[in-house]
């Protein structure tokens, strides 16, 4: 909800929120309360809903969650020893893991979406074929596939690695904490990697061909 900036508890009477789509809404809140995913919930809505959705979740993400969790580690540091191994995953470790997702989703911002932007302008308006086509030279989905990898396992490991470790006897909470919003963040990265894998992936690769051999056809034409 936080990435619409919604009220989590709107008035029965009320929409979520004018300008969002509330079914898409709903099928989001789904996909995070219920135990199996479903990609079929996703296919009715256009890929243009799926890619903003992915975008505001990467901002989401950078600004808010990997924070949060710097900020926590911060604090639960200082109830150690200086010496003490677990410093080294909440430090190290996931100073390590923020730079690889960080990565990961500017590759994406970068690469991945403005080419999606630019294979569904091609397919709603003929006339932007010449700048799917300069895309399309450098881009695919294939070529984001070869390189795609899931994060939410790399988080795991360092959540299991701090359960090694007895809280700090100085503030238990605080690692308690910690634990919960790794744990969180993990469970919402793996509904993203859904929604991008199963959802926004092969909508894209459905598109590309369609539209590919569109221009194949209009290319025999002239």
């Known amino acids: 909800m936080q990435r619409y900036l919604l009220d989590p508890l709107p008035q029965a009477h009320q929409p979520l929120h004018p300008g969002v789509d509330n ?7 789904r996909s995070f309360e219920e135990k199996t995913f479903s990609a079929a919930d996703f296919e009715p809505y256009r890929i243009g809903l799926i890619v903003d959705y ?3 979740t990467h901002s ?3 600004q808010k969650k990997l924070p949060e969790i710097a900020q926590s580690i911060l604090l639960l ?26 990565t990961h989703i500017n590759e994406e911002e970068k690469l991945l979406l403005p080419y999606i932007v630019k294979l569904n302008n091609a397919n709603l308006a003929p006339y932007h074929f010449s700048e799917y086509v300069m895309a399309g030279q450098r881009y695919s989905i294939a070529e984001f596939l070869k390189d795609h990898h899931d994060t939410e396992d790399e988080l795991k ?11 700090p006897s100085t503030n238990e909470s ?3 904490i910690l634990l919960t919003q790794l744990e969180t963040f993990e469970q919402d990265l793996h509904v993203h990697a859904l ?3 199963e959802v926004l992936i092969p909508k894209a690769l459905k598109l590309e061909s369609e539209v590919r051999s569109r221009m194949d056809a209009t290319g025999k034409l002239n």
């Open 23 to 29: 079914e898409f809404i709903t099928a989001l809140l």
């Open 54 to 56: 992915i975008q505001r």
């Open 60 to 62: 989401f993400y950078l």
């Open 77 to 102: 540091s200082g109830h150690y020893e200086s010496n003490h191994p677990i410093l080294m995953i909440l430090q190290t470790f996931f100073h390590r893991y923020c730079q690889d997702l960080t």
């Open 157 to 167: 490991d360092i959540r299991e690695a701090i359960r090694l470790y007895q809280p």
């Open 174 to 176: 605080l690692y308690r």
């Open 195 to 197: 929604i991008e894998e």
